[in-house]
């Protein structure tokens, strides 16, 4: 039996549920082995359970075999999930719920390391600490390398240091996910810093010269000037590059946010320029 897991009863459950969840959560299945849901909801439990490698415990009550539990939390339905946390329930819902909803009902009571890696590259990418966003969202990665999310915070903090090598080699092997939009718009930006790290100050003209430098003041972290940049090539040329340096102004103003005050502004600039 895995330590994560562990069947109860009335004998032990105030040893191994209230006692433990003072230092762990415990998860707490109400079953029963002809309740058909439950054979549904169990296994996506220890499931969670073994892939959480220790952030909660999950333990099993048949209630067929313990009633005085069933009745002293009111157990009226099965099955019946309650998450306990410092010997109190915290959280619980009831009926074989979509496996979307119970991992994020066991997130919110154990968050893995992984969610708390991300939620520190987060809030470090909101207040532009770039490079400890990149370590934050690697120990993410290293975590879950699944999750598309860290990926996308780790490309994210990558672009703004300028390293367009490898957020390209980034998005070349970008897990699936729900942050496919957001990617495609930062795409360009990552080509064009790639090619201005390769290329380095040389341009065949003028403009191309002002589009490298976009690029290099986004590395030094100075975006306002590159926006400012690429709106003077947008000036001379509304379709620079095939709508090139249109998408790399998007993809700034999409590291930038939109709780930047400095966003509206300048998508209000661009739309000026362009129509």
Known sequence: MDPEIVDVSEATFDFEVISHSM???VVVDFWAPWCGPCRVLGPTLERLAREANGAFRLA???VDENPALAARYG?????AVKAFKGGQVAAQFVGAQP???VRRFVRELAPREADRALAEATSLLVVRHWAEAEK???RALEDDPESSAAALALLKALLAQGKGAPAVDL???????NEVVVVERLRPLAALLK?????GKESENEMGAEYLQAARLIARGNLAAALDGLL???RGDKHYRGGEARQVFLAVLELMGDEDPLTRDYRDELASVLF
């Open 136 to 138: 934050a969202a690697r």
């Open 195 to 199: 090619v201005a790290e390769e290329q």
């Open 171 to 177: 998005l070349e092997r970008f897990p699936p996910g």
């Open 232 to 234: 003077d090539i947008l």
């Open 99 to 101: 496996e979307a909803m």
């Open 75 to 79: 157990i009226q339905g099965i099955p």
């Open 60 to 62: 099993r009550v048949n």
């Open 23 to 25: 230092e762990t959560p």
